[in-house]
């Protein structure tokens, strides 16, 4: 079965610090790999996606991720994060050929102070 | 983007009620949903998938007449707690891919807060 694992459950950081967000998954098959961020009271949104190609992805708003297979690691990172970056950071999964389901890491709350 | 909306955003409801909950893809259509469900600080846990047209997939553990999942329409997806239960309080978001397909993104409902007493 597939799993997805954020070892990171709470981070806070200063406005400017660097942000790297670990996930590592369980699958044997070829995957397709998600960011979502949940901002306080709103739906979750898609930050990147990595299908196939280069495995590091840039999405919205600087961040960026990078695929390393022989890891199963997806972790997303950003140079300088904002106040406005608070928000739930998951990571997701789905396996390539199947069904669109996704299967979800736990979730890590970001905390960035001004 | 693709827009997914999710009616009521909350309810409370008494024990032993039932409670529908309505996903709907605005600008698209959608020949499958997914329905998760969210426990504070914890991450989305998908309950089923709903299927148009066809019967629902519901994952382990989930209680198919427990969780009602009705894909009416190519835009409408309605999951129906069923004798509602204090534990049955959660929030249960839905999502829709936008094209057909298995590697399209998926776009996620704002939610909907059930809270049972």
């Known amino acids: 079965a597939q799993s997805v694992s954020q070892h990171n459950h709470h981070v806070i950081l200063s406005e400017a610090a660097s942000l790297e967000l670990g996930c590592n998954y369980s699958?044997?098959?070829?995957?397709?790999l998600f960011w979502y961020v949940q901002y306080p009271g709103q739906h979750l949104q898609l930050l990147l996606k990595?299908?196939?190609?280069?495995?590091l992805v840039k999405g919205i708003k600087g961040f960026e991720a990078e695929f390393i297979k022989s890891k199963f690691s997806f972790n997303l990172r950003k140079p300088s994060v904002q106040w406005s970056d608070t928000a739930e950071y998951f990571c997701?999964?789905?396996?390539?050929?199947?069904?669109?389901?996704?299967?979800f890491g736990t979730g890590t709350l970001l905390a960035v102070q001004p | 983007g693709a827009v997914v909306s999710q009616h009521p955003s909350r309810v409370i409801c008494k024990s032993g009620t039932s409670v529908k909950i309505e996903c709907r893809s605005l600008?698209?259509?959608?020949?499958?949903m997914f329905w998760y469900r969210q426990f504070p600080k914890q991450s989305l846990m998908l309950m089923a998938t709903?299927?148009?047209?066809?019967?629902?997939?519901?994952e382990q553990g989930v209680e198919k007449d427990k969780f009602l999942i009705n894909h009416a329409s190519l835009t409408l997806s309605t999951l129906t707690v069923t004798s509602a239960h204090p534990e049955d309080s959660s929030f249960y978001i839905c999502?829709?891919?936008?094209?057909?397909?298995?590697?399209?993104?998926?776009?996620f409902g704002p939610g909907t807060r059930l809270l049972v007493l």
């Open positions: 699958y044997g098959g070829t995957v397709n």
């Open positions: 990595y299908f196939s190609g280069d495995p």
């Open positions: 997701a999964v789905n396996a390539r050929g199947a069904t669109n389901k996704l299967i």
């Open positions: 709903s299927n148009e047209g066809s019967k629902a997939t519901y």
């Open positions: 999502s829709a891919p936008s094209e057909a397909g298995v590697q399209e993104t998926q776009y």
């Open positions: 600008d698209f259509q959608a020949t499958t």
